[in-house]
């Protein structure tokens, strides 16, 4: 594909591109042509709009040429795009370049919702589209379903659109800002000035031959805060650039709140950061990067934050990504503190607060660990932090530069080694046995911990609906699938027949699944043992299922523990959520492709979550002995929710794993379930807010 795209000499009129649109269709000429605008940013001001997608053409395989009107555009700047996840999904070979960047210049008297692309082949078939209007969005998703499907499936036409549709949807993105980022600039400095905390924000920057576009970016950011007590300490790592040295001086002499030291030789990012911490003499130490911005309100929110929680003294927020031209997207919307999750990749990245106090005892950026030097320090500073408080609002916009980390995740890859070291660290530190590995996407880590104790589990099962020679069969294949450890089961009265010499089958006095009978049985189980919840339907995908539990219960503070359920190459579970004022539960990630990642990595990670299904969940005996067993007034689903509210409340941690997946042999319905006063009633309205599912995400993410 050429670096420059080809603007075409022909004037087509409205009506025979129209024509021609239609022809293509009729004659399926269409059907050669597969593509999808994913996002279209215009800037109406200054006449331009750019254009991200991909296209091939259905036969050749080869990238699609992009072609506009000489009555409409002044100038095109095209740019090839690498798209592995096209690729991937179409079987293409590596490096095809089937993404594309276009900038275009428009003429003041064209209408951006007349500019039209001909799309084009190798061999010069063309074929004319609208670039912008909402009806053409639409016939994309459906172009994307039937054409997709001809390459794969209905089901991987859902995952290639579904980006489309949720929450990297630019127009969807564009309006929740407008929602959430409307604020009343009187009244916000008023609640500034009546803050009883007033802390000055040192925030610390490391600089480094940035252009200059983005060094004053990031210090106008700065400088336009709403709340005015902050000092920018920079720290200028011996930049050969001549441009630095007189824009920092600049804003020196402009605003004395910005301090600088120009350091006499490179030490690279850690050290740059630390000069730039000593200068600081802040109540708090903000960290940023000197090519990324800060929203106005950034400052404000965190200093409200820090007073409506005064011991805060870790604060993280929410951040999207900003591309050369200003446009955000790819928002993301972070859980609360979610300990489990961090010790898989770091979730928490910007923008970070820390109380000075605090940055003091955790200690300065260390060298050896460049490249994840903020990952190790949030290791560090969160093991000895007293509050975590997560600020669920984007504060940070983080650039993507053409090689940086947030637009090539394999610009860095001796970032991901050090991350991999920190991990290590931490472990020691905690006095954890365990081997750190990298996971196969970038950023990604797995620890294997040591499980000393002898691994039993008591199989419970907790449904009565299979038949007994059903069950038998499930019972028998689930022995042959498991590796390393002893099952024993307990089933309802009912199924007398199932027997096994080497299986230990105990019977519960009720011949169906009664939550009485659970608990009176379970009192007579080794307490040295492990729970695990059974419906008789669902089988493991691996053999080794419960070192995937044990090596999540390995750790104290974790009392459940719950597992991945899937049919065929689809998500029905992967963990529970709430929707509190609908006093509804929800089972997230249903409905995804079982090789999606997830919303950021949550389908393929650890993490902390508010509840897991009965199905799968397992437990310590001592924990369950402990909390007294199922609440006998609740049933179904309750049943697990409140084991976790339980959790919960005593200070323990209720963990989803990835690595223990089950596949389910028949059709079970999953999604929502409303609970009952029963239960809703038990726990204060506020317990009934998961902190792990950032409440933005509802806005963003479909919840079947």
């Known amino acids: 594909m050429n670096n420059n795209a080809v603007v075409i000499n022909e004037d087509y009129s409205d009506t025979s591109l129209i024509l021609e649109h239609i022809r293509g269709k009729l004659n399926k000429k269409a059907n050669i042509f597969l593509y999808q605008i994913d996002a279209l940013f215009i800037q109406e001001k200054d006449h331009q709009c750019v254009i991200n997608g991909w296209g091939i053409s259905s036969n050749s395989k080869e990238p699609l040429q992009l072609c506009f009107l000489n009555r409409q555009v002044k100038k095109v700047y095209f740019r090839p795009v690498d798209r592995p996840d096209i690729e991937k999904k179409l079987n293409l ?247 489990k999750l961090l010790l898989a990749h770091n979730y928490i990245t910007h923008f970070v607060v820390v109380k000075k106090c605090l940055q003091e005892q955790a200690g300065l950026l260390r060298s050896a660990m460049n490249g994840a030097q903020d990952y190790d320090f949030v290791l560090r500073a969160t093991e000895k932090a007293r509050c975590i408080v997560h600020i669920p609002r984007i504060l940070y916009h983080w650039r993507t530069i053409e090689g940086s980390t947030a637009s090539n995740p394999e610009a860095k890859m001796y970032a991901y080694l050090a991350g991999e070291k920190a991990l290590d660290e931490a472990l020691q530190r905690r006095n954890l046995s365990g081997k750190v590995e990298l996971a196969p996407h970038y950023g990604m880590y797995d620890i294997h911990y040591e499980i000393k104790q002898e691994k039993k589990v008591c199989v419970v099962l907790c449904q009565d609906k299979r038949s007994e020679p059903l069950l038998d069969q499930a019972i028998k294949t689930l022995c042959l699938q498991t590796q390393g450890a002893r099952l024993q089961f307990l089933l309802p009265g009912k199924y007398k027949n199932i027997t096994g010499a080497e299986i230990k089958i105990d019977r519960m006095d009720s011949d169906s699944f009664e939550p009485s009978a659970v608990n009176q049985a379970i009192e007579h189980v080794d307490p040295d043992c492990l729970i695990w919840f059974w419906d008789g339907e669902t089988l493991p995908e691996k053999e080794t299922w419960v070192d995937a539990y044990c090596n999540e219960l390995v750790d104290p503070q974790v009392a459940i523990a719950g597992s991945k359920i899937k049919k065929k190459d689809v998500v029905l579970s992967a963990g529970m959520s709430t929707i509190p004022d609908k006093k509804q539960v929800f089972d997230v990630h249903n409905g995804y492709q079982c090789e999606e990642l997830g919303y950021y990595f949550r389908l393929i990670l650890s993490q902390n979550v508010f509840a897991v299904r009965l199905n799968g969940l397992m437990m310590r005996v001592s924990d369950w002995k402990q909390w007294g067993g199922f609440d006998e007034n609740l049933n179904g689903c309750e049943l697990s929710i409140d084991l976790c509210m339980r959790c919960r409340k005593e200070g323990k941690a209720v963990v989803w794993t990835p690595h223990a997946v089950f596949e389910s042999t028949v059709s079970a319905k999953y999604g929502r379930r409303r609970l009952s006063n029963r239960i809703f009633l038990k726990y204060e309205e506020s317990l009934w807010n998961d902190s792990y599912y950032n409440p933005n995400l509802i806005h963003f993410l479909e919840i079947k």
Request: charged share 25%; net charge negative.
């Open 93 to 339: 070979e590596k490096g095809s370049a089937v993404g594309f960047q276009v900038v275009l210049k428009y003429k003041p008297n064209v209408k951006i919702n007349q500019l039209w692309c001909l799309l084009k082949t190798q061999d010069e078939i063309s074929y004319p589209v609208r670039i912008y209007s909402q009806k053409q969005y639409l016939s994309e998703i459906n172009r994307n379903f039937k054409l997709i499907k001809k390459e794969n499936s209905l089901t991987e036409a859902l995952s290639a659109t579904r980006l489309s549709l949720q929450l990297k949807n630019p127009d969807r993105y564009v309006s929740w800002i407008h929602t959430h980022e409307d604020y009343d600039l009187a009244a916000v400095f008023e609640e500034i000035a009546a803050f009883k905390l007033q802390p000055v924000i040192s925030i610390v920057v490391p600089v480094y031959n940035v252009e200059e576009k983005w060094l004053r970016g990031f210090i106008e950011s700065v400088l336009g805060q709403y709340y005015p007590n902050w000092e920018l300490c920079l720290a200028d790592d011996h930049s050969p650039a001549p441009h630095i040295k007189p824009v920092i001086d600049a804003y020196v002499a402009k605003d004395q709140r910005i301090k600088v030291v120009y350091r006499k030789e490179n030490g690279h990012i850690s050290e740059a950061t630390n000069t730039a911490i000593k200068m600081a003499t802040g109540d708090f130490i903000a960290f940023m990067d000197n090519d990324d911005e800060l929203p106005p309100f950034a400052l404000y929110e965190n200093v409200k934050a820090i007073n409506k929680n005064p011991q805060a003294d870790f604060l993280y927020s929410d951040e999207d990504k900003m591309d050369i031209y200003g446009h955000r997207f790819d928002a993301f919307f972070k859980p609360d503190w979610n300990p």
